[in-house]
C-alpha cells in the first residue's frame, strides 16, 4: 500500500491510528438463499462482533457481498470475529479460497499528497471514510479534483509541487475536512454503535440522512447536531 507515494518520497509509511482491514467474500447465491440470508433489504450492518468496526451483508443482484472490517490497530483476531459472524447469520458452505482481504486508509488526517510531477489520489491519498470504511464516491471525488488541477499544470506548463498543492487544498476542503469530523466521530460511534443505530433506526430523516451520507449526498458537518443529540448508553 502506497508503492508510489515511498518511491516518490511522499510518504514513509501509515501513522498507526490511520486504516483498517477488512475481510470481504463475494459469491453468487440463489434468490432462495439471497432472500433467507438478507431478506427483503440490500444491506445490514451488524455490530458488536468486532470492536471498532461492523460485520456486513450487501445484495447486488445475484451476488452476496459479506465481510467484516475495522481499525486495524483496535481489531485483533479478527479472522476469528468473522467465523463468529458466519456463524451467527448462518452463512452455508462458506469457501475460503474466495475469502479476500483489503487495507483501508482512511480519511481526515493531514497528509502530504503531493510531489513536483505526482499527485496521489484514491487509496494511496487515504480517502476512505472513517466511520462507513465507504471508499468509491470519495476516490472518485479526488479523481475529479486531480483531474482539473492536472489540466490547469498542463495548461500553464506547470507540475511544480507547489502549483499541484491547489489539488491537497481543494481535496481539503471538499473531502478531507469532513472526514476529519467522521474521524473524531468514529471513537463515539463505535463506544456506542448500539444506541446509534438504533437513534438512526427509529428516526426515519436520520435513516435517510446517513444513507445521504454514505452516497456522498450529504457531509458529515450536516449531521452534527444529531450526534451531539444521541443517547449514551
Known sequence: ??????????????????????????????????????????????????????????????????GIGAFIHMASNIKEK?????????????????LG????????????????????IGDAAGVVDPITGEGIYPSIKSSEIASSVIIGALNESNFSKR???????????????DQKIAFSFARYFYSYSKSV???????????????DLVAGKKRYQDLKSYFVKLPLM
Open 163 to 177: 502549483y499541484l498543492s491547489k489539488y491537497e487544498k481543494i481535496l481539503w476542503e471538499e473531502v478531507l475536512h
Open 101 to 120: 482481504g483489503s487495507i483501508l486508509p482512511v480519511g481526515g488526517l493531514k497528509r502530504k499528497i503531493v510531489s513536483d510531477n505526482i499527485v496521489l
Open 1 to 66: 500500500l502506497g508503492k508510489v507515494a515511498k518511491l516518490a518520497g511522499i510518504r514513509k509509511t501509515w501513522e498507526k491510528n490511520s486504516f483498517g482491514f477488512a475481510f470481504v467474500y463475494e459469491t453468487e447465491l440463489n434468490k432462495q438463499e439471497i432472500k433467507k440470508l438478507a431478506g427483503e433489504y440490500k444491506l445490514h450492518m451488524y455490530f458488536g462482533f468486532v470492536k471498532h468496526g461492523y460485520g456486513w451483508i450487501f445484495v447486488k443482484g445475484n451476488v452476496i457481498n459479506i
Open 197 to 211: 443505530v438504533e437513534s438512526f433506526s427509529n428516526n426515519l430523516r436520520y435513516g435517510k440522512d446517513l444513507l
Open 82 to 98: 468473522l467465523n463468529r459472524f458466519l456463524k451467527y447469520i448462518k452463512f452455508p458452505n462458506f469457501d475460503y479460497s474466495k
